[in-house]
């Protein structure tokens, strides 16, 4: 007994003493270690954790920016960089730098090697050719099919919205959440879910919305996500019968993806499944897609338009200029003529610089024999970082980087083009930045059409609308509501 207990003791002093050497290896990396950063970060990644999961992870990094520099060891093995060099570096075609694995961990489905939608690959040649089949869906041309849809359904949330508003007050996060859900599912399943005529959010939009919660615990803390995983909390439910339920909505996809008459819109994926019958794509590939596409596209393009209205309605002068333009514009404008108007379109774009949705790093894995910048020699296994949050706010570029000013794209330079990182850099840039752009073109033009008296309610203040960012950010409040002025 007492030879087993000193066995075990042997044991366990011999594992910690591998562990503390592995730590003490990364921490003191000959490379690693001449990049400045918290001291601490050297050892544990637990401050970055704590703020991830208190939803500050891009402010904070943006602050340890702004004490340390261009380059900062943010965890043991992670870097993040606000060079545009290094940006550039990392994001250009053909770079050999590569998804980090997280992104494997987002996808709410599959996570498995190259099974899993394209947010989530990181083979570059896989990658590359589920892009091209994404791309042709995504054109001007082909988004432009939707447009029916898309005014439609803008239609419909924006007389809600008056409708609620002239009641007292309407929250806009609340109804711009419901329209681009809406919009995304008549895209990816090739059907609306009717959730801004009946008001209310569906089942597969609860369902994505826990599924993102389970995701973020599988993410962060994978013993929390085994109690989940396998023992009934009722109130919680089981992230495994959520994933069933997936596979069932996205037969919808594949199924009217299928069933469209020749030459019809169809859905997101038509060049997944062609009409032809040469289907290179597994209908299970089709189908994570499709609830893929459905977090991908909504939540950001309603942050967006709820930053928006809270922005304009904050300066009484930019509201007066964008109606007095939008007074201008045809009865039913189309997407050319709105973006022939340059001011909707500068209140568009320095709304995704001051509140870019998706502001937050796009973890790399850096190839062997790297040097970042020019300056910093990175190990292969280790992380970088970019964050748009950052970027956007390089004074330089942008002067008074905090103050809401659509008029600053007046002039836009080649500086300003290149920080301007709302969709991503270019290798693994947004696939729906032209249904994004036809949907805030339309939203913030009928909504400033149809209520050029709307107002902020008492409740929406700047601490109400602080951000809280998961990725995607959002109000802390998670509302943003408005009302009309007498
Ligand atoms: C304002 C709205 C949007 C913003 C700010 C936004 C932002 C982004 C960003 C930053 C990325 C790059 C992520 C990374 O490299 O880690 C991305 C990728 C992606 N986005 Fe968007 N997005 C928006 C709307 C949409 C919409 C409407 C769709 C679908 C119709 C969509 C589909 C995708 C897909 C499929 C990818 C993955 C591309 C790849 O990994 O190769 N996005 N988006």
Redesign the pocket.
Known sequence: MEVLSQASFTGIALALLAYTISILRVAFHPDLRKIPGPFLSRFTLLPLKYHVLSGQRTKYIHGLHQKYGPYVRIAPSEISTSSIEAHRQI?RIGTEFI?APW?QGQTPTQYDDNTC?????RNQKV?AA??RL?QQA?TKAAVLQWKPVVTGLVKLAIGKIKRDASQGTADVAKWFSLL?SD??SS??FGEPFRMVENETKTQLIHDIEQSMIFIGVRQELPWLWYLIMYLPIPSIGRPNDIFKRFDVYSETAVRNTRAAKPGSART?FSKMVPEDGSQKIPDSVVRD?SS??IV???D??A??LTYLVYSVLKHPEIQQKLTAELETCSADPNWEELEAKPYINNVITET?RLY???PAS??RVAPQGTVLGGKYAIPGFAVVDTQ?YTFHRDAKVFPDPERFDPDRWTNVTTEMREHF?????A???????N??RM??LHATSLFFHELPNARLAPTTTDSSMDIIDYF?IKPKSGKCEITLAA
Request: aromatic fraction near 8%.
């Open positions: 994001h998804k992104y939608g394209v947010f989530g690959l990658a589920r892009r994404f995504g681009t919009v995304l895209l990816a997101l897609e893929n596409i991908a596209g909504s950001t393009t942050t967006a995704l870019a949705p998706v796009l973890p748009a990182q709302t969709f991503g850099g290798i693994r840039t947004c696939l729906g930045q249904v994004a949907e805030l995607v």
